[in-house]
């Protein structure tokens, strides 16, 4: 049911971005296994490209928080996983592909713990190798989560 409201809200939102198109921050985060460097932590969102493997992460205001502060928070809400040591940001662009002006930031990131929990806004969430090789053959993947694992 939740998952259902969040789907109906984010397109709204669409809707509401292709008509001002507003400017907005948004964050995305590469979490490295903690005993594992070879393993990243890949996600399933439950109200937008739901058939796609990606980052976890969300929007921000910079005028109140940083990108890394933002990439800290949305880690913990969505996966109950903490981060002690600073992200590292890895790029920040600016698309316009749902027809806002979005300046995105991936960091990398290694939360203290592999130990995670969903909240409502994913469906499924994995450690993988950084070469995708533990996801099934036909898997589709983000753009974000290819960008950020080609450094």
């Given at each position: 049911?939740?998952?259902?409201v969040?789907?109906?809200?984010?397109?709204?939102?669409?809707?509401?971005?292709?008509?001002?198109?507003?400017?907005?921050?948004?964050?995305?985060?590469?979490l490295?296994?903690?005993?594992?460097?070879?393993?990243?932590?890949?996600?399933?969102?439950?109200?937008?490209?739901?058939?796609?493997?990606?980052?976890?992460?969300?929007?921000?205001?910079?005028?109140?928080?940083?990108?890394?502060?933002?990439?800290?928070?949305?880690v913990?809400?969505?996966?109950?996983?903490?981060?002690?040591?600073?992200?590292?940001?890895?790029?920040?662009?600016?698309?316009t592909?749902?027809?806002?002006?979005?300046?995105?930031?991936?960091?990398?990131?290694?939360?203290?713990?592999?130990?995670?929990?969903?909240?409502?806004?994913?469906?499924?969430?994995?450690?993988v190798?950084v070469?995708?090789?533990?996801?099934?053959?036909?898997?589709?993947?983000?753009?974000?989560?290819?960008?950020?694992?080609?450094?």
């Amino acid at each position: 049911m939740r998952a259902g409201v969040m789907l109906l809200g984010h397109r709204a939102l669409r809707i509401w971005w292709r008509l001002r198109r507003p400017t907005t921050y948004g964050v995305k985060a590469l979490l490295m296994h903690p005993d594992d460097p070879g393993k990243c932590l890949v996600v399933r969102h439950s109200y937008v490209d739901r058939d796609r493997w990606g980052l976890p992460g969300g929007g921000y205001s910079p005028q109140k928080e940083s990108a890394e502060g933002a990439a800290v928070r949305e880690v913990a809400e969505e996966l109950a996983l903490t981060i002690t040591e600073p992200p590292t940001v890895l790029h920040t662009l600016t698309t316009t592909y749902e027809g806002k002006v979005d300046n995105l930031t991936i960091v990398v990131a290694t939360p203290t713990s592999a130990e995670f929990h969903l909240n409502a806004e994913l469906t499924e969430a994995r450690w993988v190798s950084v070469d995708l090789s533990d996801l099934p053959t036909n898997a589709r993947t983000s753009r974000w989560l290819r960008l950020a694992l080609a450094e």
